[in-house]
């Protein structure tokens, strides 16, 4: 699943500047939603643009950010793709750039980080209740104030990442796929989740109707 399906999601991103926009909305979008629903929800984005009716609360500041700063973000995350740091280096990188962006917690930027780079992953409330973790653990403080704040957030960036890592980010992958895949008749298989991943991009989904 992760070999096939990620990895279009990773050359999908590096593509091109929308491209990678484009996955970073299909993250945002997933936030409490479910996510038989999402290629429908970036379908109705891609057409209706700032008046889709699901960019609601903090997503419709997450367009309005990728409008006015993909290219400049598109440019750092292939720069840090593209270095020579060891792939910690590059996810501590990446973990800054996109929670930069409007809408994006700890492990919504780590699904970022998975989606475009193949690090890091996202610990959703499967995750956590699966490998039993407390969230808590990764939330960050907003707009702290002094040093000690930054480096208390730092150091919980660092571990959500260690910890993706341990358990490695094609497992973390997989085995949320086949775990959703028992949620709903609609779900062929884990493959079925896996692949959406993708074609939700490329809008050629099918058999997934809310």
Known sequence: ???????????????????????ILMVVLSIQQNWLGVGDQLADVRKNKADSKFLWGNKGKTYRYLQTHKHKMYSQVMAVINSKKNDTEKAQSLMKIFLRVDGLGVPKAGFACQLTAGLVGCMDVHNIKMYNLDLKAFSLSQNPKTIKGLEANAKKILAYIELCHEYGTENLWDSWCSFLATKSPKWQDGNHV??????Y???EYSNVEM
């Open 1 to 23: 699943m992760y070999k096939v399906h990620a990895v279009n999601c990773q050359q999908y991103a590096q593509r091109s500047v929308n491209n990678m926009a484009d996955v």
């Open 201 to 203: 991009l490329t809008g």
């Open 194 to 199: 896996s692949e959406v991943h993708y074609t």
